[in-house]
């Protein structure tokens, strides 16, 4: 046993869906990561930029929301070598990328339909439980607008009815 963590070991995070049988063994040889907690506004290019520094990057596949076809906070970068990818958890791993900490994991493997936010709303799930305020990640979370424009609306009611005042 080790006193020092390893920073290249994936999380304990594996795709819910990922319909491989053997995750351990697709893991230990990945060359995907997955990119988690970018901006809205992070570009393609920004991420290339920052991810080359540890490989030859394959491809990058941007995060989308559902219904709208906008970013949506999260990405795949796809390396040609797997050693790339664990270099990447090692030093990219929880370093700033447009004023945001970003988090790596090692990723089973992209697949089509993927790209795609599993939140109600389009997406990330993350985003729709937010409270706090965040301009990079598209401002308030899904359920603090529908309370907010929830009391809006309570207040124009009793406003224009005062024996509606709970």
């Known amino acids: 046993m080790s006193i020092l963590k390893r920073l290249d070991t994936p999380s304990t995070y594996v795709d819910r869906y ?4 053997n995750k351990d063994v697709s893991l230990n040889r990945s060359s995907t990561l997955y990119v988690g907690n970018l901006s809205f506004y ?3 290019e920004q991420i290339y930029e920052l991810f080359s520094k540890c490989g030859e990057v394959k491809r990058i596949i941007m995060g989308l929301d559902r219904f709208n076809k906008t970013p949506c906070g999260f990405c795949f970068v796809e390396y040609y070598c797997h050693e790339h990818a664990l270099d990447c958890m090692k030093f990219i791993n929880g370093t700033k990328l447009d004023d945001r900490v970003i988090r790596t994991d090692i990723d089973p493997g992209f697949r089509e339909g993927r790209q795609y936010g599993r939140g109600k ?14 301009p990079g990640r598209g401002g308030w979370g899904l359920r603090q607008v529908e309370e907010r424009q929830k009391n809006i609306e309570q207040k124009q009611q009793s406003d224009q009815d ?4 709970p």
Do not use: A, C, F, L
Not at 18 to 21: I, T
Not at 122 to 128: A, H, L, S
Not at 162 to 165: A, G, L, R, V
């Open 18 to 21: 990922s319909r491989r049988s």
């Open 42 to 44: 992070t570009t393609e």
């Open 121 to 134: 709303s389009g997406g990330q799930v993350r985003d729709e439980y937010r409270t706090e305020y965040d």
């Open 162 to 165: 005062p024996s509606m005042i």
